[in-house]
């Protein structure tokens, strides 16, 4: 298999994606990785070069700031283009990328293309749970108003991610709400239960916000306005929770000698709330696989991203989804 990372994207831009990719190409030598971007800023960071991992140059880079349709459309040699681009013509059969998540979607709609049968791909990443199993939730920020459809779509490819990628048989799929019981919620929500009810899924009804984390389903269903809204404040509580515990923990030797002693389990508390162990969202309901990592990856992140990607590929996860929908 051929995975593409988009080396000129995100915050760390290139160095963490080419050690993310060095670390990747060097663990699984049965996948080709290639990094496309500037060959003369890569090569800073490339020491030694895997047989399984090459170079294709790209001249333009997507900025945080630009303006992503207008992006896509004019920097055709953008290193997120190309990388779409390779996937489109079967170049490559996956491209990772920590860049602007707008120019991602406009790239995947655009370049890639969508998939047959679904109207609006989604962003489905991974919200962590006390049980350490983590919740996939979609959509998380690609499409700001939905239909009920575009719902039931979510759900559907939501379940079998979780099935071709985690290996969760019949995976629990819930609708996030104000409230469980079915006829709550705005008309959004009260259109879309019952087109739930009717998919070859484990439908386990409506969930609170404040029951996320508690890992009451696997899978969690939600237009990108209130799932964004949803994300955004459980990194700001989880940031703002860690603080609290750094400025207690420093107020005097006693408490210094207590945050020493109990380090081991706040390090994995922390690991339990890392986007970073995850690797990245992929961008559901398009023609291949696209992957959005956060755009702060670290190289552990980048090669957490590689690795999910090759997962869903040996599951073939893409044909999957494509033959639910069509109903093949």
Same mark, same amino acid.
Request: hydrophobic share 40%; glycine share 12%.
């Given at each position: 298999m051929?995975?593409?990372?988009?080396?000129?994207g995100?915050?760390?831009?290139p160095k963490s994606?080419?050690?993310?990719?060095?670390?990747?190409?060097?663990e699984?030598q *049965?996948t080709?990785?290639?990094?496309?971007g500037d #060959?003369?800023?890569?090569?800073?960071? &490339?020491?030694?070069k895997?047989?399984?991992?090459?170079?294709?140059h790209?001249s333009?880079?997507? #900025?945080?700031?630009?303006?992503?349709?207008?992006a896509v459309?004019?920097k055709?040699?953008?290193?997120?283009?190309?990388? $779409?681009?390779?996937?489109?013509? %079967?170049?490559?059969d996956?491209f990772?990328?920590?860049?602007?998540t707008?120019?991602?979607m406009?790239? $995947?709609?655009?370049?890639?293309g969508?998939?047959?049968?679904i #109207?609006?791909?989604?962003?489905?990443?991974?919200?962590?749970? &006390?049980? /350490?199993? $983590?919740?996939?939730?979609l *959509?998380l920020g690609?499409?700001?108003d939905s239909?009920? #459809?575009?719902?039931?779509?979510?759900?559907?490819?939501?379940s079998l991610?979780?099935? =071709?990628v985690?290996?969760?048989?019949?995976?629990?799929?819930?609708?996030? !709400?104000v409230?469980t019981e079915?006829?709550? %919620?705005?008309?959004?929500t009260?259109?879309?239960?019952?087109?739930?009810?009717?998919?070859?899924?484990?439908f386990? /009804?409506?969930v @609170?916000?404040?029951?996320?984390?508690? $890992?009451?389903?696997?899978?969690?269903?939600?237009?990108?306005?209130a799932? !964004?809204?949803?994300l955004?404040?459980?990194? +700001?509580?989880? /940031?703002? &929770?860690f603080?609290?515990?750094?400025?207690q923990?420093?107020?005097?030797l006693?408490?210094?000698?207590?945050?020493?002693?109990?380090m081991p389990?706040?390090?994995?508390l922390?690991?339990?709330?890392?986007?970073? @162990?995850? /690797?990245?969202?992929?961008l559901?309901? &398009? +023609?291949?696989?696209v992957? =959005?990592s956060?755009?702060?990856?670290?190289?552990?992140a980048? =090669?957490?991203?590689?690795?999910?990607?090759?997962?869903?590929?040996? !599951?073939?996860?893409v044909?999957?989804?494509? !033959?639910?929908?069509?109903?093949k």
């Open positions: 051929r995975i593409v990372v988009d080396a000129m995100g915050d760390n831009a994606n080419v050690e993310g990719a060095l670390i990747a190409a060097k699984w *049965d080709e990785i290639i990094l496309v #060959e003369r800023q890569i090569g800073t960071f &490339l020491q030694d895997p047989s399984n991992l090459r170079i294709v790209a333009e880079v997507i #900025e945080t700031d630009d303006e992503p349709v207008k459309r004019r055709k040699d953008a290193s997120m283009v190309v990388a $779409g681009r390779m996937v489109r013509e %079967g170049e490559a996956a990772i990328s920590a860049g602007n707008g120019a991602l406009t790239t $995947g709609l655009l370049v890639v969508r998939m047959k049968g #109207e609006r791909p989604a962003l489905a990443p991974m919200i962590p749970t &006390l049980d /350490g199993k $983590g919740v996939l939730a *959509d690609a499409n700001m239909k009920p #459809e575009h719902l039931q779509q979510y759900a559907l490819m939501g991610y979780r099935e =071709k985690h290996g969760i048989a019949q995976p629990r799929v819930g609708l996030l !709400n409230g079915p006829g709550k %919620g705005n008309e959004l009260k259109s879309a239960y019952p087109l739930l009810e009717e998919l070859p899924i484990q386990v /009804g409506n @609170e916000s404040r029951d996320v984390m508690n $890992g009451v389903c696997d899978v969690l269903v939600c237009d990108g306005f799932g !964004n809204i949803l955004k404040a459980i990194e +700001g509580t989880a /940031g703002a &929770l603080s609290l515990l750094k400025e923990f420093n107020k005097s006693k408490t210094k000698m207590a945050a020493a002693l109990m389990e706040l390090r994995e922390k690991s339990t709330l890392d986007y970073k @162990e995850h /690797g990245g969202a992929p559901l309901g &398009l +023609g291949g696989l992957v =959005k956060h755009g702060s990856s670290d190289a552990n980048v =090669k957490n991203g590689i690795r999910q990607a090759r997962v869903a590929l040996q !599951n073939r996860l044909e999957s989804i494509s !033959n639910e929908i069509s109903g």
